[in-house]
């Protein structure tokens, strides 16, 4: 049996191909990389809808009734420049909770929002805004030291249990007032 050799004839690659082909590729880990973010996106808003949900409920049961919840709030200086923004934040007349959401909460999150607290207590004062934030933040995982670290830094601990969420409180906490 005489076998033939099927090969195409090899063309030489010339710098052209090359750059032709790092292009493709390079096209093709850009959109990777957006696919990726918007499923990152996707999945920090579906985490902020879960702590959401049940937020005012939960509240109630520490005696806070927010009839407000705004998302997304961004705070602006007197020429528009962002000052800070805010994930979630449940409100009423009296009291209001500035609540940063991660997918999971670090103790780099916990200090980045008391700094972003320290910033809204000064826009609030430049506005003689009487009432006192309190900060919030949450996470779908919140590991125990980071609890601890935010639970002493003043903060409520929200976190998704189940199809909801709960707000950890230990006996005597009380929460800070920025």
Request: no cysteine.
């Amino acid at each position: 049996m005489i076998t033939e050799n099927m090969r195409e004839p090899v063309m030489g690659l010339t710098f052209e191909k090359v750059w032709a082909m790092f292009q493709e590729t390079d096209r093709q880990s850009k959109e990777t990389d957006r696919k990726i973010n918007k499923l990152g996106n996707r999945l920090g808003d579906s985490i902020e809808d879960i702590v959401r949900s049940n937020l005012s409920e939960r509240f109630k049961e520490l005696h806070f009734n927010f009839g407000q919840i705004g998302t997304d709030i961004r705070f602006e200086d007197s020429e528009g420049k962002s000052i800070a923004e805010v994930d979630i934040m449940p409100g009423n007349g009296d009291d209001v909770v500035a609540m940063d959401v991660k997918t999971k909460l670090t103790t780099q999150d916990a200090r980045e929002h008391a700094k972003r607290m320290e910033k809204l207590r000064k826009y609030a004062d430049n506005r003689n805004y009487k009432r006192d934030p309190m900060g919030a933040v949450a996470g779908a995982i919140v590991p125990e030291n980071v609890k601890q670290f935010a639970l002493n830094s003043g903060f409520f601990v929200i976190e998704q249990s189940g199809y909801t969420v709960k707000i950890d409180v230990p006996p005597g906490f009380v929460p800070k007032k920025w």
